[in-house]
């Protein structure tokens, strides 16, 4: 299940991007697995990539390309995620660029290859190329969903949205998609995103433009703690829309993409939350007067990882002493417990580091009896706030990953 | 259930302590939930506590006492943390102290007060204080197993362990008993343990054996990574073998006395792993080549702390990948996967960062097959090593959280 998404997408196609998606049999049978981005010579890309230092090969690879500065497609499989995998890791993601790039008359590096599901197996590089023919005969504008479809492993439902802008007097489309749900947190961006704009815009604004995105949309989610080897984030730019190339971030055609940007990552970051791994409750969770951002997020994050404040969240259970317990352990220097207050939604549960005078637990049990909960915890300590939104802990959650493989 | 723990104890009475459960109803029914431990005068005591700053008012009512030097007797209860409860927790943490001192004839201050159970609910002082004729009316020198029950929460077994020495000529007895199951990764001592001998430590002495013994045994434990606010653990030598004062680490007597208490602490550190909330494996983490024993925990409890590692050891799935997933997302600076392998067992599935040459899954799939497991990480970058144990995660663990107050 998922928490407050729909099932059905209705994505806008962006002009000079095609899709398709074919079932190549990677690991699933009878579903599409692989995934083909076409992209209109020309288009920007930008990309960010995991920082776990196991890194998978087409990571390695991508980032070789990217540097390049000339994309024209991005290759994706679902099902396997070809980290572990070493040097013949890297050797079976250039074969699956090379075989795409001599179907789209291309060269190899103009290929970004993805990969996502299980670690430490071997790529099969044949069944993959040997879907690319059918896969490439059925490239088209209007398949963004089938796409977010294709990319799917534990998701439930596939996840994009499309938001537009005016600019220069031009109508622009954005549309993104994204896979995750397990294995979160993210530490640069998610499993796998691609975001694509019609939009002409240099690919230093645009990479810059892509940093802030991540940075306050996916890094702020978090699962289960785990960054996966895979996590892969790409914006491009087709420049199909004919409107003059962005160059500065003082531009006032880039203040308005910029907003229409983050409403897209927004959305997309909290998708795969509302998507997680047995979800039951979307978490939002508020650190307010703290002395700086990162100190809010190192709380927040705490609070999100906790088990027991996650097992709490799934029993809608108003247990707010596991909070508590979870602030008093988050690695922040001279915390003044007594001045430390708790919210559930509206009501105040802590205040002032002991019991809230005139607290009633049914107040706390209608907040938590949502599916959506908001908790707020302010530090006392200064001006700064982060906002990090989570999952619950479920017995889903367990059996999703105790049967991936079985 | 638990793992490879015996449901009896049979432990050994110390000279000079006697204790005592009764069945006050805290917040159980029909089963011992307040426990007296009673120590002869010129008992010497040192203990270590939890470090989360959200510590519980027991804790801090302890530390005070402790200060004073002259511990009389320990007042435990379970069911109720008495945290997060402010000033009122901590008057009301003292009001059971004086209770009990009256009784026993001493000074509030000679008294220890520790409660653990559920956080941010007022500590039933009446039905402790009123419990404490029939409580003290029982006390025994041969009453350890039924104190190790009465300190019981969600422990599924009562858990202690007795070791002897000779020391000067003269059988020295020591006996531990610890409760914890959750909220377990103890950063400084698990949950409540109480360990006594009879042999004559000076008090310096005493309470650097007890750091020493904590920094090796339970903060090298972690469940579900929530530091607990109550982690309180207590070291006392009654003298009553007639021995003379051990006052320096580097007498004879101190190192058999150190060796006999390393048994006695790893024993209640891993028995605390071993009946973890929802344990169906008993799992050993060895980090070796490492450039510090401090960067080998890092690697360790990221390992420890991953649900998607955890949920594969309950699935006994030799997904090895997620093992390297954590290993890549350890906070390790510069960490050169190339150098990295990873055994299951004696089962090499990763060498120099690749897969390992001739693996084949039934061979790991033996290994976790087992109840105990043991997983070995090589960095390749040092010389030091640490070892940490944990458990799997499991639906009870979810089942056990989710209805813990229902």
């Known amino acids: 299940m998922s928490v407050g998404l729909e099932t059905s997408l209705k994505l806008l196609p962006v002009k000079g991007v095609r899709l398709a998606s074919v079932a190549a049999g990677v690991r699933y049978t009878d579903r599409p697995d692989v995934v083909v981005i076409e992209l209109a010579d020309q288009t920007r890309a930008a990309g960010v990539f995991t920082r776990n230092r196991f890194c998978a090969a087409p990571v390695i690879v991508s980032k070789e390309h990217l540097a390049a500065n000339s994309i024209r497609a991005c290759l994706v499989n679902a099902g396997n995620a070809n980290a572990g995998t070493g040097e013949q890791g890297i050797a079976d993601a250039r074969a699956c660029c090379m075989a795409l790039a001599q179907r789209l008359g291309c060269e190899t590096d103009n290929v970004l290859p993805f990969s996502t599901g299980i670690i430490g197996e071997r790529?099969?590089?044949?069944?993959?190329?040997?879907?690319?023919?059918?896969?490439?005969?059925?490239?088209?504008?209007?398949?963004?969903?089938?796409?977010?479809?294709?990319?799917m492993t534990t998701d439930t439902v596939p996840k994009g949205i499309s938001r537009q802008c005016v600019i220069q007097g031009k109508t622009i489309t954005i549309t993104g998609?994204?896979?995750?749900?397990?294995?979160?947190?993210?530490n640069m961006a998610t499993l796998l995103s691609y975001i694509a704009t019609d939009a002409r815009v240099s690919q230093p604004v645009l990479q810059e433009l892509l940093n802030e995105m991540v940075s306050c949309s996916f890094n702020r989610t978090t699962v289960d703690g785990d960054t996966s080897t895979n996590d892969s984030c790409?914006?491009?730019?087709?420049?199909?829309?004919?409107?003059?190339?962005?160059?500065?971030?003082?531009?006032?055609?880039?203040?308005?993409?910029?907003?229409?940007?983050?409403?897209?990552?927004?959305?997309?970051?909290?998708?795969?939350?509302?998507?997680?791994?047995?979800?039951?409750?979307?978490?939002?969770?508020?650190?307010?007067?703290?002395?700086?951002?990162?100190?809010?997020?190192?709380?927040?994050f705490t609070v999100a990882h906790s088990p027991l404040v996650k097992?709490?969240?799934?029993?809608?259970?108003?247990?707010?002493?596991?909070?508590?317990?979870?602030?008093?352990?988050?690695?922040?220097?001279?915390?003044d417990v007594g001045k430390v207050s708790i919210?559930?939604?509206?009501?105040?549960?802590l205040r002032d580091g002991a019991l809230a005078a005139g607290y009633q637990e049914q107040q706390g049990q209608a907040v938590m009896d949502e599916d959506e909960i908001t908790i707020t915890i302010t530090l006392g300590r200064g001006t700064e706030q982060a906002t990090v939104w989570t999952s619950d802990l479920s017995y889903d959650y367990i059996k999703i990953n105790a049967e991936y493989r079985s």
């Open 234 to 300: 790409l914006l491009f730019a087709t420049g199909a829309s004919g409107i003059d190339e962005i160059k500065d971030i003082k531009e006032h055609g880039y203040v308005i993409l910029r907003q229409a940007m983050l409403d897209v990552f927004l959305w997309l970051a909290q998708a795969i939350v509302r998507d997680a791994e047995g979800v039951t409750k979307f978490i939002t969770i508020n650190v307010q007067d703290s002395t700086s951002t990162a100190e809010a997020l190192e709380v927040a």
């Open 123 to 151: 790529l099969p590089v044949k069944r993959i190329t040997e879907s690319l023919d059918e896969c490439i005969g059925n490239l088209k504008e209007d398949a963004w969903d089938a796409a977010a479809t294709g990319i």
């Open 343 to 349: 919210l559930l939604g509206d009501v105040c549960v």
């Open 311 to 335: 097992t709490a969240l799934f029993a809608s259970d108003p247990n707010w002493g596991r909070i508590l317990a979870a602030v008093g352990r988050a690695p922040v220097p001279d915390l």
């Open 177 to 186: 998609i994204v896979k995750g749900s397990g294995m979160i947190r993210p």
